[in-house]
């Protein structure tokens, strides 16, 4: 005979769908995720190929120098929301693992656009033929040597998220949520919520400025959506960590400090698009970091906003997809 409260606790394993869940902010997130799903083959990409043929030489390497590196941007953060999943779990939060059933598959999708967007217009998609347009930077370096520039999509995340998952492994929950509030800093409020924001501008800029490429920019607009519910994702879930563990804002403050250097420099298609305000996308990254803090509820470090303000710092770092 199982006793009531045995019965409770084996249906509270398998059922986790509360009402005081389906108020929550994550699980609307991922309502609002299922509701404004888009799909690349739906769009129509001839006016953009017509486009394509009119593009002067210099602007379609300029072009492709951005796409290319947002091609194997997306594929790589597609695959590094698996970290997320893992901790999620750990913590029991299957509202968390449901938004990021939506968040993996955006990704994957973000993708496939560009595939579809770079097979249809430009005529490239194999590896061998989209490599060659995938600028390598080499190693970026402050002339002035006040910032150390660290990699952080190809070193800082995989770093993170081994990390992370050797918490999960230990099985210390505090160490988790330690661990989780860095990588979702880096992932979320550093790549997504500052770094690729002005990239993703910088495109849809020069594409106005062009008249061209409509289906580009209606790609990039469902991009950019997308990628508010993941920062806010991560912001929000670091909030709701915070409010029991006040004490790990510093986590926010180290992880931001670690690669303050990729933050303060100018993305290098800033420099190489003639057209472009180069201006407009510094005070656009000091706003997304101060709302970043916000959202995560910790005080922003101003030092970091006036270094991003700062007119003699003009080294040049590369380009980053959410
Ligand atoms: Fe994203
Ligand atoms: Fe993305």
């Given at each position: 005979m199982t006793t009531e409260l045995e019965e409770l606790k084996?249906?509270?394993?398998?059922?986790?769908?509360?009402?005081?869940?389906?108020?929550?902010?994550?699980?609307?997130?991922?309502?609002?995720?299922?509701?404004?799903?888009?799909?690349?083959?739906?769009?129509?990409?001839?006016?953009?190929?017509?486009?394509?043929?009119?593009?002067?030489?210099?602007?379609?390497?300029?072009?492709?120098?951005?796409?290319?590196?947002?091609?194997?941007?997306?594929?790589?953060?597609?695959?590094?929301?698996?970290?997320?999943?893992?901790?999620?779990?750990?913590?029991?939060?299957?509202?968390?693992?449901?938004?990021?059933?939506?968040?993996?598959?955006?990704?994957?999708k973000h993708a496939d656009f560009l595939a579809h967007w770079h097979s249809k217009v430009v005529g490239i998609l194999e590896p061998h033929e989209v490599a060659p347009y995938f600028l390598s930077r080499g190693k970026t370096?402050?002339?002035?040597?006040?910032?150390?520039?660290?990699?952080?999509?190809?070193?800082?995340?995989?770093?993170?998220?081994?990390?992370?998952?050797?918490?999960?492994?230990?099985?210390?929950?505090?160490?988790?949520?330690?661990?989780?509030?860095?990588?979702?800093?880096?992932?979320?409020?550093?790549?997504?919520?500052?770094?690729?924001?002005p990239s993703y501008e910088i495109v849809v800029d020069s594409c106005k400025h062009w008249g061209k490429f409509p289906t580009l920019r209606q790609g990039f607009r469902h991009i950019l959506a997308d990628e508010g519910r993941h920062i806010t994702f991560g912001t929000k879930a670091i909030q709701l960590m915070l409010a029991e563990h006040p004490e790990l804002e510093r986590e926010v403050h180290e992880t931001f400090d670690e690669f303050r250097g990729s933050i303060v420099g100018l993305v290098e298609y800033q420099k190489t698009m003639a057209h472009l305000d180069l201006e407009k996308y510094q005070v656009q990254k000091a706003r997304h970091y101060r709302n970043r803090c916000r959202e995560m509820g910790v005080t922003p470090d101003e030092t970091l906003v006036e270094q991003i303000l700062d007119p003699e710092i003009d080294f040049v770092v590369g380009v980053v997809a959410g």
């Open positions: 084996r249906s509270e394993k398998y059922f986790n769908f509360t009402r005081e869940m389906m108020q929550g902010d994550i699980y609307r997130k991922y309502e609002k995720a299922i509701r404004r799903i888009w799909n690349p083959v739906d769009f129509d990409y001839t006016q953009d190929a017509e486009d394509w043929k009119t593009l002067a030489e210099s602007d379609r390497r300029a072009l492709l120098g951005v796409t290319i590196r947002f091609f194997a941007g997306e594929q790589i953060v597609a695959r590094d929301v698996v970290p997320m999943f893992v901790a999620a779990r750990a913590l029991g939060r299957y509202d968390w693992v449901m938004f990021l059933g939506t968040f993996a598959m955006e990704e994957a370096v402050d002339p002035t040597g006040r910032f150390e520039i660290k990699e952080v999509a190809h070193e800082g995340l995989p770093a993170y998220a081994r990390a992370l998952e050797s918490a999960v492994h230990d099985g210390d929950s505090y160490e988790i949520k330690r661990r989780f509030i860095r990588y979702l800093t880096l992932y979320c409020g550093f790549v997504e919520g500052v770094l690729s924001m």
